[in-house]
């Protein structure tokens, strides 16, 4: 091999590892972020997830029954296995988002847009099947952390215990319980994020020096997350009650389905009796 094309391949090297240097640095500064935005809306998430279980209505009120029963620290219960989840989530998420739009640039013969912005459509499918990928991947430590926080005053374990728990009662199949419901509500809210996300940023006016600020990268994000977030929100109380109770006959008698024994809970209950059937928890 000649001297220059050791030098070529030398400078291949070292750009493949600064590329993937830099990827590393991103994710870990988005997990970072995304663990201390998780962690000061942990109080607002505890809410919505009691919610969702049926141990209440209204902020106001979820608010009050969980300080008075767990006290301050309640509002946190949970906190640490959904900041464990999101590291690995967000990367994978955000990898395999990447991996997927070059395959589809690549055999579709479609032209990357600077930005690696896709035509819409196409950017709701890379979206879709990395959300997809990231659910498969992190579920069983979403069914630790609902398990944790989805019931009010329920026996304290670790995030390991609860997961030598669920596996005890139900085997493997416990810790996907409602991965099915998940994976149908990721095509559309993870599709759509990725998907609109470069479109709205898009639209929105750059700084001086030809980027975009700050506050519109937020702003777009919170816009994106409102427009996926609202019609699939059905799905995701749907898939709450499946991670956290165990219903009778669901899986013991064929003749019921989880996923539609749940889907209506909230129609076919007031708030006392659906909170009721939510003390059949896994551990």
């Avoid at 398990?147 to 609860?162: L, P, V």
């Avoid at 810790?175 to 470069?198: A, D, F, H, N, Q």
């Avoid at 519109?216 to 009650?241: E, L, Q």
């Amino acid at each position: 091999m000649s001297r220059g094309s050791k030098s070529v391949h030398k400078y291949e090297y070292h750009a493949v590892s600064d590329d993937l240097l830099k990827r590393v640095k991103l994710l870990t500064a988005g997990g970072a972020a995304g663990c201390c935005a998780k962690s000061i809306c942990a109080p607002l998430e505890r809410c919505k997830l009691l919610s969702q279980t049926g141990m209440g209505r209204g902020l106001w009120q979820l608010l009050k029954i969980c300080h008075t029963q767990e006290g301050v620290f309640g509002f946190w219960r949970g906190n640490g296995a959904n900041c464990l989840r999101v590291f690995p989530n967000k990367a994978i998420l955000l990898g395999c988002n990447d991996i997927y739009k070059t395959l589809v640039c690549k055999y579709f013969n479609i032209e990357d847009i600077p930005g690696k912005r896709l035509p819409g459509a196409w950017g709701f499918c890379t979206g879709a099947f990395a959300g997809m990928t990231a659910v498969l991947c992190t579920y069983p430590i979403d069914i630790v952390r609902t398990q944790k926080a989805g019931m009010i005053n329920a026996e304290q374990h670790s995030i390991r215990q609860t997961a030598k728990n669920v596996r005890a009662q139900f085997g493997m199949r416990g810790l996907y319980r409602g991965c099915g419901t998940t994976l149908l509500g990721s095509i559309p809210y993870e599709g759509t994020k990725l998907g609109v996300y470069p479109v709205i940023k898009g639209m929105m006016p750059l700084d001086e020096d030809g980027r975009l600020g700050t506050r519109y990268k937020a702003m777009a994000g919170a816009i994106s997350g409102v427009i996926c977030s609202v019609p699939t929100y059905p799905g995701d109380t749907t898939r709450r009650n499946l991670q956290v109770m165990a219903p009778p006959r669901v899986w013991q008698d064929g003749s019921r389905s989880g996923l539609f024994w749940c889907s209506d809970l909230p129609l076919r209950y007031d708030t006392k009796s659906y909170s009721t059937l939510g003390q059949r928890q896994i551990c």
